[in-house]
């Protein structure tokens, strides 16, 4: 914990950062992560059209990445943020309306407030990152970045605790049942809500450059060719991961039968303890850089989902579940880290858009795919195809790590 001292010199941006962050988290991986697929079922949805759903909203956020950083370049990062939120608002808003429309427009809103939810996304998943590497000192960006992921954790578990909880309450007061959709309705209100309180933390920040530096050697040469791995390294990392975002909490429902309260506990519980790995990843990055980092937590991902994939009762589901977030907390770090040190600040930017394409694709394939094996074959075989995807990221990480230690003796033995 000694190393953490360092977060005394975060300023006030960095604080005002990690809120917003840590307000998306409680929405997004608490609130919506337990109940909006539960919702979408007691609509009478099928995980097939879940899984379109989105698929859709994923690529729109591919799709819109590089279009949204380049509109951050333009305007500046920080009012790009503000747009991510709005967008957000706006975009669950419509979603929640639909119910309360005739039900031939129904899908269509829903279909509507997610892509709007989505293109939001893509602002801030663009434009986030290098904000925070402005407004950071060298020094603290190990941490500012490790802490971010432990508001996502900290903030998800207890909106999942929420979300467990408040179903049960708001059936009694409305006199419904966990059958009825209304419940989960009124409880999701509280992310849009969480993205208007957001807004209001972002008009406290400023642009003050405190950018440190950072800067990069290999795409000075070759810039193509490191976007391009990453934007592929992304997809599959994503692809595999996007297996426990996307139906999760289907599988627990409707394959092992598990209560809503159960299934709030268990996302709880993941997000809870994805915290040990976020505040370890400084360390981590530290001792092994965030290339073998990234290796290393791939590969213990691979693993989880295979045994996911094999054994189908509640207790490896839970184990594997659990395993895949911690891993992906010190993941998350090490990638925000990696994705802006390996390029000059000038093409921050652009590389975070080209991460953000590789992470929408990767998810819309684990969601729009996975939808379509889960409803052919089930959900075994979709996460062992998951661990098979992990297993290639893995691999074209060790021939990255490789091609760079030659470059580096190269380099080395010219000067």
Known sequence: MKDWRVMRSFGRNVWLMLSVFALNGFAYFGIQAVLLNLYFLRLGYNAEFIGTLIGFGQLVWAMMALPAGAIGRR??????????????????????????????????FIVLGW?????????????????????????????VFSAQVAMFSIMGFIGSWVAG??????????????????PYRMVLWLAPVAHVISLVMLTKTTDTEVDGGGIGIEVAVKPLGVLVFWG?????????????????N???????NMPTAEIGT???????????????????????????????????SCLALAVIGMFSNPLAATFGYISVLVLASVSTAARGIMSQIIVQPRWRTIISGVQTVGLGLGWASAATIGGRLVTQFGFG??????AVIAALAVLLMLGYERKAQVAAVISKGES
């Open 75 to 108: 305007i500046g990062t920080r009012p790009a943020l503000f747009i991510w939120q709005t967008l957000h608002m706006i975009g669950l808003t419509l979603l929640l309306s639909a119910e309360l429309l005739p039900s031939s427009f129904q899908t269509i």
């Open 115 to 143: 892509g709007v939810f989505w293109l939001g996304g893509a602002f801030g998943g663009v434009n986030s990152t290098p904000y925070l590497m402005r407004v950071s000192t060298l020094e603290a960006r190990n941490h």
């Open 165 to 182: 909880i408040l179903p049960n309450i708001m059936a009694t007061l409305t006199g419904t049942t966990l059958a009825d959709a209304t």
């Open 232 to 248: 592929v390294l992304m997809f599959l990392i994503t692809s595999s991961e996007g297996s426990v975002r996307a139906f999760f």
């Open 250 to 256: 289907v599988y627990l429902d409707k394959q092992l």
């Open 266 to 300: 268990v996302f709880g519980l993941g997000q809870f303890l994805s915290v040990i790995g976020a505040l370890s990843a400084p360390a981590f990055l530290r001792r092994f850089g965030a290339a073998r980092a990234i290796i290393f937590v791939t590969v213990g």
């Open 381 to 386: 075989p979709y996460f062992i195809t998951s």
